[in-house]
T-cell receptor, first 113, second 114 residues
């Protein structure tokens, strides 16, 4: 596609429920990243996928968070047993090898009530 | 560990005037990149300008320029001839030696007054 697409745009969920956030990167981009933006904060790195290599999961805040990338394209970020502190905007980005074209999506705003 | 500090939570500027947003960073890497991103209410992060640490020349993109002081680990953004459309949150960011993971500051909210 023309840009990085994320869905849903907004998600409200009850505490304790599981949620799945989707990211559809730019076609041909081998790298995909997830970041979290809490209120009043900058972006926090969560996870990085590059081609068929093992993902860098060093930013995931707890084992309730997981992500997968199927077929080197679409990625899903899953948060299990959501907590109120998980409320944030989750941003996805993709890039070819060059950082110059690191393109972000518009994010999913997750609200846990 | 890398850190990026933006000491100005909010700034305002009159339309057509010039404003400078501050950013300092800390890293042990010798090879890295620095970025300024703009985030309007649409939430999408838009790259404004990028600087390679090995280049001494300051990057410029039309009305946007940086003052990169490597020894002082400072990377400020100057916006000239400010326009109403420049109003947004601005984030300073740094990539590490691996060149894929970005560390962001907390942002500066820029208001442009007509």
């Amino acid at each position: 596609g023309a840009g990085v697409s994320q869905s849903p745009s907004n998600k409200v969920t009850e505490k304790g429920k599981d949620v799945e956030l989707r990211c559809d990167p730019i076609s041909g981009h081998t790298a995909l990243y997830w970041y979290r933006q809490s209120l009043g904060q900058g972006l926090e790195f969560l996870i990085y996928f590059q081609g068929n290599s093992a993902p860098d999961k060093s930013g995931l805040p707890s084992d309730r968070f997981s992500a997968e990338r199927t077929g080197g394209s679409v990625s899903t970020l899953t948060i299990q047993r959501t907590q109120q502190e998980d409320s944030a905007v989750y941003l996805c980005a993709s890039s070819p090898w060059s950082l110059e074209r690191y393109t972000f999506g518009s994010g999913t705003r997750l609200t846990v009530v | 560990a890398q850190t990026v500090t933006q000491s100005q939570p909010e700034m305002s500027v009159q339309e057509a005037e010039t404003v400078t947003l501050s950013c300092t960073y800390d890293t042990s890497e010798s090879d890295y990149y620095l970025f300024w991103y703009k985030q309007p209410p649409s939430r999408q992060m838009i790259l404004v300008i990028r600087q390679e640490a090995y280049k001494q020349q300051n990057a410029t993109e039309n009305r946007f320029s940086v003052n990169f002081q490597k020894a002082a680990k400072s990377f400020s953004l100057k916006i000239s001839d400010s326009q109403l459309g420049d109003a947004a949150m601005y984030f300073c960011a740094q990539s590490g030696g691996s060149n894929y993971k970005l560390t962001f500051g907390k942002g500066t909210l820029l208001t442009v007054n007509p």
